[in-house]
Every structure is written in structure tokens, then in C-alpha cells.
């Protein structure tokens, strides 16, 4: 009887798992997945979880036993992309940037969009001038804690929030100035919006930034952004082609080639060397996912590409969700009463280097906070963040850090 109890215990194992999911405001939803149970079905459950309709913006983000960054595959089985034991720790990222977040339909989706790009300000990957990050963390201030009361915000206030891996106290006196004198009355998702419009407004807007080099062996960041495909080296962007100019993209081994008509008739191929073969095949299925989500029409017009020129020779793969013509037009049908939205104010902390919510309002009770530790030194001259370029901020190494 007994044996026969535990092997009926081991095949429960067997069939089920945990799975948690690291949700933008750091709490965390978990739950049971069946071990044969694809992508989507993780996806569709967060998504309802957090009231989400669009959510073809979205993906589900984890790193292996390497360190190697992945997007979840949705149509394939979750067991299969693994390569180490359940239970699984992923994250729910922004995959595609809306490329205008005040079109986005709901208010909740554009909450979360929100979420995601100061996150990606905090960790380096926004890179802005001086002014601009002054006034983009005057706008989440403003999110978060609300109009300037002499009596809570003491002089000083704005140094007890983290906004930047490390900034200047002329920037945190500006950030200051612009709260108190300019942002007075704007409710959260007033507030939130603005954040938005300027941050789209920033070259590196949409910039999920992979570490190469180039033909001569300097560092580079190859990225895939709304518009286009873009080339970093510090604190510069070098190269900047749109995605109807962009024509192959391929890889062999650690070699990745961008093949590009360029002012309708110069023929251009780019050549950036990855870090590692697996590295090199995730910046190649981005660029292929990037480019059939912006460029085409329907995602019918979608096709199978190889990595190859000959494309019976080396790896293939097709995008297989919608594109964002598609996924605009159905946000379009959306017909609800507006989803109520529960805000996590900023907690101040100046001992720990990080931004920290309080406890999301939630009837789970498996959710809980997490704070994120990076430290990059800040450029008073060009853009807030250059650090981060050399140091770690644009490795990319969000998910690592978080995971």
C-alpha cells in the first residue's frame, strides 16, 4: 500500500509544478502549471490575473542555468525551453513598446508600460539628458506620492528616492523644483501619461540593449526599438536603420550579420560578434519577432525565416503572435467599464539604493515585494546613465539581476 501511495505521489509530481512569475510593480503571482501545459497558458493566466486585455505587448522573460536571457516560447510546451528543475522563477516584461502609449486603449495597460520604462530608467537603459530625467522622475514622483506638502516633503525630500542608479544633488534639486512648482493637481494617470509622451520621445525609448562587439572588437549594443533596428556605443547611437530598410537577418555561431537597403539604394551589411552562440540565436529570434510585430501588416504575412542563407540550413523560426496592426485594431473592440488600478506609492529609501513598493492591494496572498540593487555611476555631461553603458546598466542584465 505504501509503495503504492508513493509512486501515485510521484507521478502528481510528475504531471504539475510551480511556477512564479515576477510581476513590473515586484510582487509575484504563483501557481500550478501542468507539466505538459504550453506558454500561452502561463501568459493567459497572469494576464488575467492582472486584468490585462492588452496584452500582446507583453512576454514572459527567464534565464537559464547559463544566464542567458529567453523569451517564453507561448506555443510550446514550458517544460521543454527548460533546462534546469521546477520549480521556475520567470518575469512579466514588456516585449513590444507600444510605439505611442497614449494610443494604448485602457489605462491599465498603459499603467504597466509605465512600470516597465521606469524600470528600464532605473537600471540604465533609458539613457536622456540631464533635463529630461529631471523632469521624468518629477513625473513619477508626482505618480506616486502626489502634489508637494511642506508638511510630508521636508527640504531634501527628493534624495530619499531612487529613480537613477546614482545621480547628482543638482539633479535631485531640479527633480524637486519641477515637483513642487509644475506638476501641482495632476492626478496619477495624468502624470503616468506624461511619463510616457516623453519617454517615447527619447531615442532610446523601447531599447532592450544586447551586448556584442564589432569588426574591430569594441563593445556594442545592438537593440530592436519600435522603429528600428539601433546600434549603441557609449553614450551614441551609431546606427539607426527602420525596419523596412532592415532585409535579413542572420547569424553563424557567435556572428551576427544585419543585411540592409539603406536610402533606397546602398546595399549595407552590419556585422556585430555576440558572446556566446546561444547570446548570438536570442538576438537574432528577437530582431525576427521585433521586426514581424512592427513592419507587417497581418500577421498572415508572416513567414518561417532561417538564420541562414539557405533556409534548409541552420536554425529556423516564425513569429507566431499578432503584430501591432492587428493588436491595435482589436484594442479598438475593447467595450468594459475601466479596470480598477491598485498603485504602489514609492516607499523612500536611501540606505538600500533602490525603489520600493509596498504591498500590492490583492486577493492572493502569494504576492510579495521585492527590491532590486544595482549601483552605476551617473554622466553630468550628455546622457543620465552613460554609466551604465560601460559599467553594467546596458548589458541587458535586468532579468539576470532580477532572477
Avoid at 509575484?28 to 500582446?56: I, M, P, S
Wanted: aromatic share 12%; with cysteine; proline share 5%.
Amino acid at each position: 500500500m505504501l509503495s503504492r501511495l508513493m509512486s501515485g505521489s510521484d507521478r502528481t509530481l510528475d504531471r504539475e509544478f510551480n511556477c512564479t512569475v515576477r510581476l513590473l510593480d515586484d510582487s509575484e503571482y504563483t501557481c500550478t502549471v501542468q507539466r505538459d501545459a504550453k506558454g500561452q497558458w502561463l501568459f493567459d493566466q497572469v494576464c488575467h490575473y492582472l486584468n490585462l486585455l492588452e496584452k500582446d505587448y507583453f512576454g514572459i522573460r527567464f534565464v537559464d542555468p547559463d544566464k542567458q536571457r529567453h523569451w517564453l516560447e507561448f506555443s510550446k510546451p514550458i517544460t521543454k525551453q527548460m533546462r534546469s528543475q521546477p520549480p521556475y522563477t520567470m518575469c512579466l516584461r514588456v516585449k513590444f513598446y507600444p510605439p505611442d502609449p497614449a494610443a494604448l486603449k485602457e489605462e491599465i495597460t498603459r499603467y504597466h508600460v509605465f512600470l516597465q520604462i521606469k524600470r528600464d530608467l532605473y537600471h540604465g537603459r533609458l539613457l536622456c539628458k540631464s533635463s529630461d530625467a529631471a523632469a521624468l522622475a518629477a513625473f513619477i514622483l508626482q505618480a506616486e506620492i502626489g502634489d508637494y506638502d511642506p508638511g510630508k516633503h521636508p527640504e531634501g525630500y527628493s534624495s530619499k528616492f531612487q529613480f537613477f542608479p546614482k545621480h547628482s544633488e543638482r539633479l535631485e534639486r531640479r527633480i524637486a523644483e519641477i515637483h513642487k512648482s509644475e506638476l501641482t493637481g495632476q492626478s496619477p494617470e495624468t502624470s503616468e501619461m506624461n511619463f510616457l509622451r516623453k519617454a517615447q520621445s527619447l531615442e532610446t525609448y523601447g531599447v532592450d540593449p544586447h551586448p556584442c562587439k564589432d569588426v574591430s572588437g569594441n563593445a556594442a549594443f545592438l537593440a530592436f526599438t519600435p522603429f528600428g533596428f539601433v546600434v549603441l556605443q557609449g553614450n551614441r547611437r551609431i546606427h539607426f536603420l527602420k525596419w523596412n530598410e532592415v532585409t535579413k537577418l542572420k547569424f553563424e555561431g557567435k556572428t551576427f550579420h544585419i543585411y540592409a537597403t539603406y536610402q533606397e539604394d546602398q546595399k549595407i551589411i552590419l556585422t556585430y560578434f555576440a558572446p556566446t552562440p546561444e547570446a548570438c540565436k536570442h538576438l537574432w529570434k528577437c530582431g525576427v519577432e521585433n521586426q514581424a510585430f512592427y513592419q507587417f501588416e497581418k500577421s498572415s504575412q508572416v513567414r518561417t525565416v532561417s538564420s541562414s542563407n539557405l533556409f534548409f540550413k541552420g536554425s529556423r523560426f516564425r513569429y507566431s503572435g499578432k503584430v501591432a496592426k492587428e493588436v491595435m485594431e482589436q484594442s479598438a473592440k475593447i467595450r468594459r467599464e475601466p479596470p480598477e488600478i491598485h498603485r504602489a506609492g514609492m516607499v523612500p529609501s536611501r540606505s538600500c539604493p533602490s525603489i520600493t513598493h509596498g504591498p500590492r492591494q490583492s486577493s492572493v496572498p502569494r504576492t510579495r515585494r521585492r527590491a532590486v540593487h544595482i549601483s552605476i555611476m551617473e554622466a553630468h555631461n550628455g546622457f543620465e546613465g552613460v554609466g551604465a553603458c560601460r559599467a553594467a546598466g546596458l548589458l541587458g542584465i535586468e532579468g539576470l539581476m532580477e532572477l
